[in-house]
């Protein structure tokens, strides 16, 4: 037959065929390598790009604490009165240029910082410029409840009712444009700090007003006007957010041509994207992978002692978790040694309580709850808990820096259940169910932790582990100890630095004890970029800041351009 | 002719009859109450989709206001954004159709003449080369060979890009939902570099595409030349002392190819899996990766409307292959359905 | 004046590890004008024989040959382009299922117009081309007996009747004007007026265009009209050949006898009832073909000489290859 | 003395040995069965052959490469994954999940697709027009589709994953089923059985099923091919079977994460599908070219 064939095409024909064939292939080649000089060349658009790792919940931090909010509004679409110095940790101007304390402490004064420009869009034109009306109408959305944006998008505020800085603060009035005042009702040495927080930004009243009259408040969130670096440009969900340049922005930084935030949920993906160039920074780089991007040139990797602590919470309003023997017994019950292994390698300190060693706070001497499951299985055994007993671990889908992989850490604790004659099931959803279902309090334990938004540790207690925390669903152990929230109020009171460690020290003995949740590590915090990044440094009090970053595109002409926007208008303090 | 277009016409319309019959069903079987799986959220303007709420009592009553709301394109909000379907899906489904386009046009132009060169030289060197690579070729599970291409080309050479359609710094106008087009199109100041930009993120992506569809559309096409030469008619025109060329571009061209059509339409369905699979793994902004997403996200209206859509232009594209097949292929026993 | 001349053609087929000689020094001759008949029951390798001529035999198998030459030339020497050649213009074949033999998805039209020779066609410009092709094929079309040629040339094979598909071959065959027609059992399975008309045409083609024609069939009766000599084939040995007439009036090998025996119409004094002659046994597969004559077991006159190859001997144009042929009494 | 008989008796093959004949000629496919067989006793006696138990954590052999490499250990010949379990293991359970559910669904599909394709073969009209076009449509929607559908309906699940496959892949059964039948009843051989007074499921189960069962092998070898591709990419999207079954899609999802460091995570549970699909599809191509082969001579 084959030979039949020979005879039907005569040898010109065949080599006619092959011909073509080969010049399709050679296309084909010459489509994929031809043009695929590497680098974006020079001309092409410049920006910076972060791969960020999940979709921000709304573009306002005052209404949830999870930090991919904070992370694309806190610093970059908003400012606050006041800013926290990145390297010192202290308490800077922002767009309160000066402040004044009453001696009592119960009185502060903010001079406020004249013609600074809010963000101008294609949703929104601001006629006039910053001044205390916006304070007051960012202050007031929170603090009254009757104020008319209190409950648009049926808004909580979990981090100021968790310090219920609504009953601390007595009043706040505007005494002229530029100057404000606020009352409290009694001393609160965390207040400035608290001002400083990402969660403490100064909303536009004037758009406030034009969306009321549109009858749309819901975009205020979702379509955010500020003073920040960064103005909001565009969002497709789960896939990328773009922030253009504020180009009146009040403080003279350079600031990238666009600021894109790329989506990508998996963190192995998110380092395959930073070897292609195709971000120029990562969020909560796997520590897996940390090695690895040391090794790579043009990668520049950054470690700071991180102020967050990763624990295993149990829900004590749940029998049979309300009785602290039983909580014992299952935190004796896991080896921590093999968690910080498999889940930190190595890049993390073993928490022996809720304060991370790089605080003033801290104190060693806590009584340390080492693995033994003999003595484990024996407490359960008296707390009357069968073999076979089934429990939840919840384990939390996005990677934070304080727990890079939950899923895999409840893995582990399910196995050393298993080994104490415990059925543990591993439960988890996408980030903002799984947080609405927390708050319910429908979990039997939580693998979660918390990371803290400025220096002072009350930032480690009183949204924690403090009674008025529960509603706000910052209290994942749901515990209620009145002692405790006495000892922590009284802590808070006083300025003096050491009398208030000893306090906390009787705090973290108190946690010790009933164990309401056990701390497990405080992971320290990386910062990976692209070598060609300048600027951009770990911000230890929050969320990452974009402001005077900026990428050197290797552009062929010899003299390096920046190719940021500078900023011409000039500050007057 | 005029009867097989009509009879293929109702065929079509039966089937997509029978999706929209199976989508509305769907909205029963998901767990929840029905109607808000069908509309997203009870709390919506559209007047067909209110109609639907307002006559609980037949089913019958609901279902031609689903159908007429489906038309309209009023497809319901999507429970995890809020935002209408329409918008997403006309967003995302020119994505999944442009990759497939490009992965079959790559597959069909190396497929089919190197399944004639194999054809040619039946159980010649060659042919062996041709039938053992294509059979490696299709038995790689295409998610694999996904992740092989990432860690071999973006990861290590750092060749390519891995994901997306097109680097985010580029703002492209949305024309028509093709990233190509739409480059083309745009008036944006850097449109060379946007294009080659697409193109090197649309390489990899097709190439694990086309990579399956080429060995099988090749082994076809082989199989289809091996018979028609084995056949008496080309034998006698052989006898009749006809050219080769003659016999070959009169005879065996046609007749190999008119089977392989019917064949290819089958494999649509396939090639359709093959690229939603790719969406995930270069995280390629088209409806495939969508839909996955809501399944995580029990995002029913997305699941339901989505599932609708992409089997709608599946069908429409097979039944128009297999209706070309019918007109072309005279030896084809016409009304196979209707006489027997 | 001798066209087609073949001597001691063997064909040697290689199946599961061993050659097997399918043809087994086969001698055919052909005059011009004359109608040769080559008898032989299925599986005698008849169609072999017609492939060997027309050249179409894989390239595993070994075709040797003391003389295969057409006008004189050898047909083994020649080259591939040659004997394409030869077969366009001098060989016509005919297959046995018209609708197989035709190309299912092209119009009955062009693969008439493409059978066209490019040298009886006149005209500059290629409408021109187009007409004269058309009008070449309109006549021979005509010639070969089909009334309404408009109505059928423009269908597809399988919307057209089994005996217009043939006659289209036919004519695609006559176009070129061969001098020699080979028919491979044209008229099988056919009804019995299609077949007389058909024989009838290949009757009156040979007489008024002097055409040679080939007739290899295994139905006796219909050939014993018109064939002029007769070759018999029994396993891929030529038995006997001769004169149609004496064939008739006196087989001289014992297979031919048998052969015109088990035709009924051939022996008048058939009594009603009668048992009809046959010889007992059944043809032998190719894996155990016996040495020698290839009858031998089922010859009712098999002797001890049979086992070697009988040589060919002839009585005035009249061969046989048989030890003891019917005029000679076995021992 | 001359043999009694002329002629050595003529062993005729059953079709089987025939076909068998057929395939042993081709060394290729033989070298596929070999593979195949080595698969399937894997499949059978991983659970006794593997070392350690699949889930077992070594929380102190954390992502060790495999032996070969120079900082492999041989307690774990191919290594561990990122939670300390051996691969070797892993990939033997995973291999027995893969393949035995991908034989069961074919079996259903086959099952379900026979039954269907014979009645929509032999009865006329209506009903098989209806019955061919819902399959079509079955036919002509994505696996993924119906994945993820019944994976909306009923929740993930490898028996789901199983199910909706198992349902994609009726409509090709179905297809070669009606076509063969309705082939079939035009022969003579039907025609006469009829005549002796047989109802059709008789036809069906003595004249057509013997004549179909080699299609049906040689359909059904290609289908498991596919169905292990399905079920391995549906493991793979976790919408199959859940992260702590050892499926080998499932295993090179959980291999992602620690990708750079642990590349073999991935390739080796890749390996195993790609050789197995490989192997059953050489299988099932040399079983196709001898059963042709076979038929045509």
Known sequence: ????????????????????????????????????????????????????????????????????????????????????????????????????????????????????????????????????????????????????????????????????????????????????????????????????????????????????????????????????????????????????????????????????????????????????????????????????????????????????????????????????????????????????????????????????????????????????????????????????????????????????????????????????????????????????????????????????????????????????????????AMWCNPEFDALVNTAIKISNEDKRAILYAKANNMIAKEIPLLPIAHANRYQVKNAALQGLSINPYGSIRFEGVTKTVPSPTPSVTSSAVVVNDEVRP | MITTLIRYFNLTFLTLLILVMLSFGLAYFFPGDPITNLMGTNTLDSQPLLMLTSQQTNIFMQFWYYVQALLAGEWGVSFATGKPLYQDIMRLLPATLELSIYAVTIALILGIPLGFLAGMNYHKKIDNIFMSSSMIMYSFPVFWLALLLILLISLQAQWLPMSGRLSLLFNVPHYSGFILVDILVSDIENKRFAFNNALQHLILPTLSVSFIAFAVFLRTTRRSVADVLETQYIKSAQTRGLPGKTIFFRHVLRNALLPVLPILAVQISTLVTNVMIVETIFSWPGIGDWLIQAIYERDYPAIRTGMLLVSVVVVIITMSLECISQLIDPTRDRFAYARR | MIILDIKNLTLEIESNGVLIKALDKVSLTIQENEIRALVGESGSGKSLIVRAISGALPPQWIVTADRLTWRGQNLIKMTRAQRQAIMRRDIAVIFQDPMAALDPSAKLKDQMLESVPREFIEGRYSWQRYASRLSISHQILHKVGIQNVEGCINKYPHEVSADICQKFMIAMALVSQPTLLIADDPTRGMETNTKKQILALFTRLNKTRNLSILFVSHDLLAISAMAHSMTVLYCGQTVESGKMKAMRRRPLHPYTKALMDSAPSFSPDLKPKSMLAALDGTIPTLQHLPIGCRLGPRCPRAAKECVQMPTERSINQHTYRCHYPMHVEPV | MLDANLYEEELHPTPLMATWREFKQRHVAVFGLVILTLFIIVAIAGPVLSPYAPTTQY???????????????????????????????????????????????????????????????????????????????????????????????????????????????????????????????????????????????????????????????????????????????????????????????????????????????????????????????????????????????
Request: proline content about 5%; aromatic content about 10%.
């Open chain 1, 1 to 476: 037959m084959s030979e039949l064939a020979n005879r039907l095409i005569s040898f010109n024909n065949t080599a006619r065929l092959r011909l073509l064939v080969t010049f399709f292939v050679a296309l084909f080649v010459a489509l994929s390598t031809g043009c695929t000089d590497s680098s974006i060349s020079a001309t092409a658009p410049a920006g910076v790009i972060y791969c960020s790792e999940s979709n921000p919940s709304s573009f306002n931090p005052q209404l949830d604490t999870s930090s991919t909010t904070a992370d694309v509004s806190a610093h970059q679409i908003y400012s606050r009165l006041l800013e926290f110095d990145p390297s010192t940790g202290r308490i800077q101007p922002g767009l309160a240029s000066s402040w004044l304390v009453s001696d009592d402490g119960l009185t502060y004064t903010f001079q406020l910082r004249r013609n600074v420009k809010f963000h101008q869009t294609d949703y929104f034109t601001p006629t006039r410029n910053f001044n205390a009306d916006d304070v007051i109408f960012s202050f007031q959305r929170w603090l009254n409840d009757d104020h008319p944006y209190h409950d648009v998008n049926d808004a909580t505020y979990p981090y100021f009712s968790s310090l219920n800085l609504a009953h601390t603060i007595a009043s706040i009035e505007r005494i002229n444009g530029y100057r404000i005042e606020i009352e409290l009702f009694e001393r609160d040495s965390s207040f400035l700090a608290n001002l400083a927080t990402d969660f403490a930004v100064i909303l536009s009243q004037q758009y406030g007003e034009y969306l009321m009259l549109t009858k749309q408040p819901e975009r205020i969130d979702f379509y955010p006007i500020g003073t920040g670096p960064f103005r909001f440009d565009e969002y497709q969900k789960n896939q990328f957010i773009r922030l253009l340049p504020h180009l009146q922005y009040w403080k003279n930084v350079p600031l990238t041509d666009q600021l894109i935030y790329d989506i990508t949920p998996s963190s192995s993906i998110r380092f395959a994207k930073l070897r292609t160039r195709e971000c120029d920074t990562i969020a909560y780089p796997s520590q897996a992978e940390i090695t690895i991007m040391q090794a790579d040139p043009n990668i520049v990797v950054e470690e700071a002692p991180g102020l967050n602590v990763g624990f295993w919470a149990f829900n004590t309003a749940k029998p049979p978790f309300d009785q602290a023997d039983v909580r014992r017994g299952l935190a004796l019950a896991i080896d921590k040694n093999s968690i910080l292994d498999a889940v930190y390698f190595n890049s993390a300190s073993r928490a022996r309580s809720l304060i991370p060693p790089s605080s003033w706070a801290y104190n060693n001497d806590i009584k340390e709850i080492n693995y033994n499951p003999m003595r484990a299985r024996e407490l359960l055994d008296k707390a009357g808990i069968a073999k076979g007993f089934r429990m939840t671990i919840w384990a939390m889908p996005v990677v934070r820096a304080y727990n890079p992989d939950a899923l895999r850490m409840a893995k582990l604790i399910k196995s050393y259940l298993a080994a104490v004659d415990i059925d543990a099931t591993i439960v988890t959803y996408d980030w903002n169910t799984f947080r609405d279902k927390l708050n319910q309090g429908e979990h039997d334990s939580v693998l979660i932790g918390w990371s803290a938004d400025n220096g002072d540790p009350d930032n480690f207690y009183r949204p924690l582990l403090s009674c008025d925390a529960i509603p706000s669903g910052t209290n994942r």
């Open chain 4, 59 to 297: 929380t102190n052999m954390l992502l060790i490469p495999p032996a070969w490499d120079d900082n492999g250990s041989i307690l774990h010949v191919l290594g561990t994954d990122a939670l300390g379990r051996d691969m070797l293991t892993r990939l033997f359970y995973g291999t027995q999940v893969t393949l035995f559910s991908s034989i069961v669904t074919v079996f259903i599909a086959l099952g379900l697709g026979v039954a269907m394709g014979v009645v929509a073969g032999m009865s006329k009209g209506l009903r098989s027009s209806f019955i061919n076009h819902v399959l079509d449509i079955l036919m002509l929607t994505p696996t993924l589709l119906i994945a993820i559908i019944i994976v909306a309906i009923l929740g993930t699940g490898l028996t789901n994953a199983m199910l909706a496959i198992g349902l994609a892949l009726v409509p090709r059964f179905v297809h070669l089923t009606r076509d063969f039948v309705r082939e079939e009843m035009n022969k003579d051989y039907i025609k006469t059985a009829r005549l002796d007074g047989a109802n059709l499921t008789q036809v069906f189960l003595y004249n057509i099923l013997p004549n179909m069962v080699e299609l049906l092998i040689v359909q059904g070898t290609f289908a498991i091919s596919v169905a292990i591709l399905d079920i391995s990419a549906l493991g793979f999207l976790n919408l199959g079977a859940q992260t702590l079954m050892p499926e080998l899609g499932v295993m090179i999802a959980d291999g992602l994460s620690t990708v750079y460091i642990a590349p073999w995570n991935i390739l080796l549970p890749g390996l195993t599908i790609f050789l197995m699909v490989l192997s059953i599809n050489i299988v099932g191509d040399g079983l196709r070219s001898a059963l042709r082969n076979r038929l045509t001579h």
